[in-house]
Structure formats: C-alpha cells, structure tokens
C-alpha cells in the first residue's frame, strides 16, 4: 500500500501463477510493510474516510482480481489498540470487495501475542482465518537471539487458541535466520548463506539447546540465528498438539532444502493442512 495515496502497488511481477499446478491456489499478500517498516498510518488514513475506504477495498479489489487470486493474507502490523475501529473497518471493506470478485478465503495477519490490537474474534469477522505470526521472537533491531524458540512460539500460539479455538488459525513460522554484526546493520541470511558463511570460516553451526535453534558466533564479530528443518518439524509437532492443523512458512527461498520432505509435494502451494506429522 502506497504511503500518500493509499492506493495498492504491485511491487513483484507473479512469474508462477500462470502454472497449471498453483493457478487456483495463488494467495495475495496485501501489506502495509514498505521500506524496512509496517506503515499503520495508512491503515489509519484509509479508515478515517468511508470515501476513502471504499475508493482503496475497490482498487485492492481490482488488482486481485486482475491477478486472478482466490485469496488473500492481509498484514497490518504496527497497529496500536486505539487504531483497532480503523483496523475493523478498512479489514472488512477489503473482505467485502475482494469476495464481490470471487476471493474464497480471506486471511488476516496478526502479531501472535498481542491481543489488545488484534483481538481475534473481532478480526475473523470479515475474515476466515488469523493468521499468527510466530517468528521475530528476535528481529534486526533487537539483541542476537532465537527467532522462534519452541517455548516462545507455543506460548504465544496457545494465547490465541484460547482465544478463539485452533480451527481458524494458521501457525506462520520462518523459514530464514539473521545474522548481527558488530560493525554493520542486522542481515537476514538464508540456511544456504548460513552454511556457507560458517563452513568457509571454519566456525561451528550447532543447535542451541534450549531454542532448538542453529546458532553461531564468530570471533569478527557477528553472530547467526538461523532456522532448519528440525526446528520447523518441532513446532509444526508443538502446533498439532494444540490443535493447529494448518500452516505457513515465510519466506520462500530463504528456507533449509530439507523442509520440502515435510510439505506433501500436491497441496504445497497454497494454505492448507500440509505438513504431516
């Protein structure tokens, strides 16, 4: 979403979602996140007005209708409690008009442990699912840490089960790491990019016990978070036994090449019940 005009833009080209095998399955991502930041002042600007509302649920509309999407994740991260009014009306005229042009399901992003401006129940109002962010349990601007420890994340995964039951939830979990250096800005980093910095420095990339995460510091000064395959398969574990059954992973690229062995290769394109136990 633009930051002045509030009106949606297509930041990547789809080159995939002409395939015959994801074609019905293509998900829109509508955000706010632009420039390193989630902007909740246009959630704000865009709710303020019901022109204004009405004008940008129709542009959306529009945009994912023309990429002939069946349905959508909405992120609006950032929000604060007093925002929620604006949050519920701009959520509910996108879910509005998105399904006046044939979007099935419609999904809603929310910080995992904060209720007070994502309350769920109101949320899944206009929306079919929530969707509980589960990762940046340590981020960029924060000391060197897991990003989703398996205590962290079903702490606050069970917050919103109590909420609202785990029927109507998707887990997000990540699918990258970090790396904080000593001298320079925090970097995402890739398993791929992990492994290769720590082999090529001679340095070890061992699990860290008490996060089951893979962990590494380098006398230079940086230090690496980084998520694998067991991690993933210990929270999707942790998530069932709470009776999530439904699941995503962010982002695509990023993530250990073994995590494919979890996913069943013919529904791994879209949301859906497809990493087994």
Do not use: C
């Not at 930041?37 to 865009?46: A, C, D, L, Q, S």
């Not at 069970?158 to 887990?171: D, H, K, L, N």
């Amino acid at each position: 979403m633009d930051t002045t005009s509030f009106r949606p833009v297509l930041l990547y080209p789809d080159t995939i979602g002409s395939l015959s095998s994801i074609a019905s399955r293509k998900t829109a991502l509508i955000t706010t996140y632009l420039g390193g930041r989630f902007h909740p002042e246009i959630i704000r600007g865009i709710g303020s007005s019901p022109e204004v509302t009405a004008v940008t649920a129709g542009a959306i509309a529009a945009v994912v209708d023309s990429g002939r999407y069946n349905s959508i994740v909405m992120d609006f991260e950032g929000m604060t409690p007093h925002d929620l009014d604006a949050l519920l009306t701009v959520t509910r005229a996108v879910s509005d008009s998105v399904r006046a042009h044939g979007v099935e399901t419609v999904v809603i992003a929310v910080p995992a442990g904060d209720t007070a401006a994502y309350p769920a129940a109101l949320l899944l109002q206009p929306a079919d699912l929530i969707m509980a962010v589960l990762y940046d349990q340590h981020w960029s601007g924060s000391p060197p840490g897991p990003i989703a420890a398996p205590d962290w994340v079903m702490r606050n995964l069970g917050v919103r089960v109590a909420e609202v039951g785990a029927a109507r939830i998707v887990a997000a979990f990540p699918t990258y790491g970090y790396r904080w250096r000593r001298s320079a800005e925090t970097e995402v980093i890739s398993y791929d990019d992990a492994r290769r910095l720590t082999t090529m420095t001679n340095i070890p990339l061992a699990r860290d016990h008490a996060s089951a995460t893979l962990h590494a510091i380098s006398p230079e000064g940086w230090e690496i978070w980084v998520t694998d395959e067991p991690l993933l398969a210990t929270l999707v574990r942790g998530a069932r036994q709470l009776g999530v059954t439904t699941f995503a992973l962010w982002r695509l690229g990023l993530e250990d090449p073994a995590v494919w062995n979890l996913i069943e290769p013919k529904r791994s394109a879209g949301l859906s019940d497809s990493l087994p136990e």
